[in-house]
């Protein structure tokens, strides 16, 4: 059963430019979670997805920011035209239904994002 | 104030000493989180927490409700220890429908000297 899968590991984009993270949740997993680490500071909630819905979007920078999950693929993490300030490593979580309670955190590698 | 604080920042020991991480948190929460994280290296979960204590290996990891406090310790450490460990926690006023994020500190830096 393979892990939370992140890609790219690493991804530098010039300024003006998009990015797209995607993540592929553990196999059963249909919650997902975006987390933004800045350097030097601590892991941040961006946003919390279902299958094909947004389910808190509360720490999502109002522009440039959207996120998916879609019913087929991974989920993807967008920032349109990146600023210098968007560099950071963003990790992705997943987890299975609420029902079964309060599991472990499965966290994927991350993407480190370098804007130039 | 942070809802989640740990302490110490850094901390740096030599191999074989006995290691403690605390953790304190303001809000209340329905389970709390220990993570190590590696340089340039993803997150990997270490304990999950609501209640008492778990021991996995070198690692215990206790949790007191009452006083919003739990802690991490490493007997024995050794070199490869050294990384990140954070903590994070799971509020439990997170409702509709939520499982509800984590909330993290901001992490203890670990360096074990050989």
């Known amino acids: 059963n393979a892990g939370v899968m992140q890609n790219p590991r690493h991804l530098v984009r010039r300024r003006g430019q998009e990015a797209r993270l995607r993540c592929s949740p553990m196999k059963g997993h249909s919650h997902v979670y975006w987390y933004r680490q800045l350097p030097e500071e601590g892991l941040k909630f961006m946003v919390y997805?279902?299958?094909?819905?947004?389910?808190?979007e509360s720490g999502m920078p109002k522009e440039r920011f959207s996120a998916e999950f879609p019913k087929e693929g991974p989920s993807i993490l967008r920032i349109q035209q990146v600023v210098r300030g968007d560099s950071a490593a963003y990790f992705c979580?997943?987890?299975?239904?609420?029902?079964?309670?309060?599991?472990?955190?499965?966290f994927g590698q991350g993407t480190r994002l370098t804007v130039v | 104030k942070n809802e989640v604080e740990q302490s110490p920042q850094n901390l740096t020991a030599q191999e074989g000493e006995f290691i403690t991480i605390n953790c304190s948190y303001s809000?209340?929460?329905?389970?709390l989180h220990w993570l190590q994280q590696h340089p340039g290296g993803g997150i990997v979960s270490l304990f999950m927490?609501?209640?008492?204590?778990k021991k996995h290996g070198r690692l215990i990891a206790t949790i007191n409700i009452q006083e919003k406090h739990s802690s991490l310790h490493i007997t024995a450490s050794h070199p490869r220890d050294s990384a990140v460990y954070i903590c994070a926690v799971r509020s439990e006023i997170w409702g509709g429908g939520s499982q509800g994020n984590l909330i993290f500190g901001k992490g203890t830096k670990l360096s074990v000297k050989p």
């Open positions: 927490l609501s209640s008492g204590k």
């Open positions: 979580a997943s987890s299975p239904p609420r029902e079964l309670g309060d599991t472990e955190a499965f």
């Open positions: 809000v209340g929460i329905s389970a």
């Open positions: 997805l279902q299958k094909e819905n947004i389910i808190d």
